[in-house]
């Protein structure tokens, strides 16, 4: 139980576009999910925590126009990097918690999705 | 704010051997919750096992266990009978109640043959 998907795996698009990733709870409902950036070697950076119905919450540093974060359902959460440039390439991570004791104190996480931007 | 210290930032083993990956964090409260998770070279990230603070018996999971000392405020994992599959970065992490997790910066382990 408790698994998280991320959509896509691997992008690779041009500067200047725009690029949407998903994150869901497949068995089941997240009321929270984190998005982490992580640059090789290196530890997650925490960008934003998002609850279901409402906006996104992001952490210091982090650029709310330039990635967009939707948490519309209790099973998905999209973020969307606007006006990509090739210092957005990165791996991407979401993480999701639930409802009851397990979910609600432990984080799940998606595979990831690797970013280049060219 | 909560800082999490990983001193090891790489570490190796011989197969079948026994490893013991340190973590300290700092803290001012008393209801939290510590947790290992293992990235191998796929990147995902795999819970690997989860300490609640109030509970003075240490965790294990098969092979893995975790040496809590709460006073000290330190969270160590072991690994018996390590395997080359566990070879992957290994971060600790620290959430209060509810809260966001806080992670250190990773210990890197290789397991060799």
């Known amino acids: 139980g408790a698994v998280v998907s991320q959509h896509p795996s691997r992008v690779i698009c041009k500067s200047g576009t725009s690029v949407k990733i998903e994150c869901r709870s497949l068995d089941f409902q997240a009321t929270t999910m984190f998005w982490y950036r992580q640059f090789p070697k290196k530890s997650l950076m925490l960008m934003a925590t998002?609850?279901?119905?409402?906006?996104?919450?992001?952490e210091q540093g982090v650029e709310k126009d330039k990635f967009l974060i939707n948490h519309a359902s209790l099973t998905l959460s999209t973020l969307t990097v606007t006006s990509a440039h090739p210092e957005d390439s990165s791996f991407y991570i979401c993480s999701a918690r639930g409802r009851g004791t397990d979910l609600r104190e432990t984080q799940y996480f998606g595979p990831g999705t690797r970013l280049l931007v060219l | 704010a909560q800082t999490v210290t990983q001193s090891q930032p790489e570490m190796s083993v011989q197969e079948a051997e026994t490893v013991t990956l340190s973590c300290t964090y700092d803290?001012?409260?008393?209801?939290?919750?510590l947790f290992w998770y293992k990235q191998p070279p796929s990147r995902q990230m795999i819970l690997v096992i989860r300490?609640?603070?109030?509970?003075?018996q240490n965790a294990t999971e098969n092979r893995f266990s975790v040496n809590f000392q709460k006073a000290a405020k330190s969270f160590s994992l072991k690994i018996s009978d390590s395997q080359l599959g566990d070879t992957a970065m290994y971060f600790c992490a620290f959430m209060k109640h509810g809260n966001q997790f806080y992670f250190g910066t990773g210990t890197s382990l290789t397991v060799i043959p």
């Open positions: 998002s609850n279901e119905g409402s906006k996104a919450t992001y």
């Open positions: 300490q609640e603070a109030y509970k003075q």
């Open positions: 803290t001012s409260e008393s209801n939290y919750y």
